[in-house]
């Protein structure tokens, strides 16, 4: 169980990184910033890990700028860090070892939608609640949703996103049918075309999507789009027990219901969200499903699903059609993360995820909780039950050394009860600081297989170094 | 457009290729042989491509023993061949520099089935068939089908294979959740657990799924499980118009049917059924379909379906429920490819597939039957619509060179014909040896990040060489 601390931060040699911003600065003009206030909002600051500022921050506006930001580094061996909108929960746009952000949010044109091929063509700047309002009036839309409306689609690429739509739609991994990317040498490389499926040697794409800016920046995708559902339910749904609501999941998408989404809130964030929200949900482990159905089965599902919630301990059943109330019922749901911020407002937050087998799942769910209690954490879970994934957000007060290593032993633990599980250290976080050792933990060998990838495209370390694993920035330059 | 002849073949060192196949004998007795019979089994024959046999096989049982080949071919650097049932279809177990065909169909365990969590482990040599009759009492089944019942899981992974089902159900690509694999340095790598998603670093899982074994021999794959479908309506419907037959998908995948297969034959196809099963089909192009809905739906889905058919001039409508009904209409499909064969037995048969956007599909099969035509090839064309994927089987004398020359002149053309309109040069066929021209074509520098990939995990080429790209084998050993 190695610490999941970042480690200490090494500078680049200063000289090589006044004569890189001079570079940019000549090249970007004001597009090229150093202020105080710019490279600050350029680091993480969403979760426990401290802010890294970068040195420097840029905007370049197309693929052939983001080579010339490449050379410039390239030629000074200054680190380059992808910066989308800076949502991301694992520390992935500090900047360790200093260096430049790459901000990619004014590459943000939608390129082509290509209604009938199902996908469309975007800058990886664009947000993806512009581009499903830009995909209004076609009758499409792109599914993937991680609870960030501002996420980048570039940054939702590269950290392989997902969320609560991943049991109907699937993740990035499955969502991205190619794309552009500058490699560290400067080079840029198209993984494929709009082809639904290839077989056309290794899989580049899948290789970049989730590679957290390491392997290459990103300067377009393709992207699948999908009909927009016929028709909605929503139901909200509080279990006796925590077994009762995953077992109703699993149940489900055994009888074939298209589950779009199926979302679980314990005991604790349930009170947290009737506090923050003014709500009087019963304080039970809930669950918040989305069903997509025809008009015509609609009502026969739904009762069928309450039938099957209730033979696992449900103690109610409320469910809705319309929009307008589907939001209301899901009211909770939408204010999950912000009830625990705002009640614990001035506490630091550990915002981590884990993934098991879905029959797991409530027996990892009730261990954590039982373990956060014994550590004398207040630690809500919330949960991507279809996925077998959930969130564990204790509040800490991070000034406090004794809470700090309580939450260091609550994340190892975590973790450790995961992969014991045959799971995963993170289903969707990703790995950036906060969890390079647990990804040796989970993979051991895969690790190295990884390094040797990167060293063999970047083997400088050029490209967002200090992220999945260590960096060889502090080590004297080859 | 270069030739896609694969290079000729070079043998490696004689006195080290007889040193491992000793080491081989003593560690693996009668499960090492040279028997001419059994090495010529091991040679790819079922396509254009000539056979080049390996120089023994050897059967191991377990990982420890893939270790050991692997360490005995490294010392004497002799190439290794993984081998599942030699059902592909681009020379990918073929032999080129010589070497060791390594035969996995011993290992062929179905090691757990996880029914609640839809998953399941097995060995790399059980067939699909195999793990289909093992499941059949738990509702769940493997649905991705190449057309070869006796193809092996670890086969269909190492070449991202998918077939009828993937408008529904993906690739091997979206259905290995993760695999064991021995690499080209003897270390064994696991690229993940049983989870259903996961963001912990590069996607190796995706790396390995499409590398035609080289860069490491698959001994253990988790599989994605599905509910069976509650119920299945299959359909014939043949067009006036190749257009009309690909909108009739395009609109239906629109509207949200589920779509378990879209299939196309056109109108040679058929006649070549016809002749060799009986039948008695109009000669034109023709869609079959599998429609999975529930029970309830499925009358209006069809009646649905059959207006949609007819507005896109549908000349008519066969549809059945029942399995053996179903398997009746759709005996056209299940003979297609044995059609050609028999009524071309003795001639060639060039057996390929590009993949393009839907909306392109109707476009590119028109053009290349029109330029088979011209070149005075037969060029049955089958496609999956739904993806936009499509063979074409054109039939040749191999003695001709005249004929030889023409099919060289279609194939370049068929890809070029593909990637003009951005899609791949293969869809499911995979590269082998019969594309490598074509991959360089298709993705340009991204073949320099292939090559440097492979040479970073086995810099000495050990792992299927002059596959994907051409070996280094033939150059001065370094």
Redesign the interface.
């Given at each position: 169980m190695p610490s999941s601390l970042p480690p200490p931060p090494v500078r680049p040699d200063t000289t090589a990184l006044a004569a890189a911003i001079a570079d940019l600065s000549a090249r970007f003009g004001d597009r090229c910033s150093t202020g105080a206030a710019i490279r600050q909002q350029h680091a993480n600051s969403l979760t426990w890990l401290d802010s890294q500022p970068p040195d420097a921050v840029v905007w370049p506006l197309d693929t052939a700028e983001i080579v010339a930001v490449v050379e410039i580094a390239a030629r000074h061996r200054i680190p380059l860090i992808p910066f989308g909108a800076g949502t991301s929960l694992e520390g992935h746009v500090n900047a360790p070892h200093g260096g430049i952000s790459v901000d990619l949010g004014r590459m943000n044109r939608i390129v082509a939608v290509?209604a009938?091929?199902?996908?469309c063509v975007v800058e990886p700047g664009v947000t993806r609640e512009q581009l499903n309002q830009d995909l209004r009036d076609t009758?499409l839309h792109f599914p993937v949703d991680p609870g960030a409306g501002e996420a980048t689609l570039g940054g939702m690429a590269s950290?392989?996103?997902?969320g609560t739509t991943?049991v109907r739609y699937?993740?990035m991994?499955?969502n991205v049918k190619s794309l552009t990317a500058v490699?560290a040498d400067g080079?840029?490389?198209?993984?494929?075309?709009?082809?639904?499926?290839?077989?056309?040697?290794?899989?580049?794409t899948?290789?970049l999507?989730?590679?957290e800016g390491t392997?290459g920046i990103i300067t377009e995708l393709v992207l699948k789009l999908y009909?927009l559902?016929?028709h909605v339910i929503a139901a909200v749904v509080p279990f006796a027990t925590l077994e009762g609501a995953c077992e109703t999941a699993?149940e489900a998408?055994?009888?074939?219901y298209v589950l779009a989404r199926v979302e679980l809130l314990d005991a604790i964030q349930i009170d947290a969200v009737n506090r923050y929200a003014g709500l009087t949900l019963p304080e039970a482990p809930t669950l918040f499903i989305e069903l997509q159905t025809?008009r015509?089965?609609g009502r026969?599902d739904i009762a069928a699903l309450e039938a099957l919630a209730r033979a696992n301990g449900a103690t109610g059943f409320d469910w809705a059609e319309s929009e307008d109330d589907r939001r209301r019922l899901w009211r909770a749901r939408h204010n999950a993360y912000w009830a625990i911020r705002t009640l614990h407002a001035g506490k630091a937050i550990l915002a981590t995820d884990v993934?098991?087998?879905?029959?797991r799942l409530a027996e990892c769910v009730t261990e954590t909780a039982a373990d956060a209690l014994r550590a004398g954490l207040i630690a809500p879970i919330l949960g991507h039950v279809?996925?077998?994934?959930f969130h564990a957000t204790p509040v800490f007060d991070a000034a406090d050394p004794a809470q700090v290593a309580a939450i260091h032993g609550f994340l190892d633990r975590l973790v450790d009860r995961?992969?014991a599980m045959?799971?995963?250290?993170?289903?969707?976080?990703?790995?950036g600081q906060g969890?390079m050792g647990h990804?040796v933990d989970?993979?051991?060998?895969?690790?190295?297989?990884?390094r040797?990838?990167k060293?063999?495209?970047d083997p400088h370390d050029l490209l967002n170094p200090g992220k999945?694993f260590a960096s060889r920035f502090g080590q004297p330059r080859a």
């Open positions: 290509n009938r091929d199902f996908d009758g950290t392989r996103a997902s991943a699937g993740t991994r499955d490699l080079r840029v490389v198209r993984t494929g075309g709009r082809a639904v499926k290839s077989a056309a040697g290794y899989d580049l899948r290789l999507v989730g590679s392997l009909p559902p016929e699993i998408i055994q009888s074939g025809s015509e089965a026969a993934c098991v087998p879905i029959s279809g996925d077998g994934n995961a992969l045959d799971g995963t250290c993170t289903g969707e976080h990703g790995i969890k990804l989970e993979l051991g060998a895969g690790v190295d297989v990884m040797a990838i060293s063999a495209l999945i």
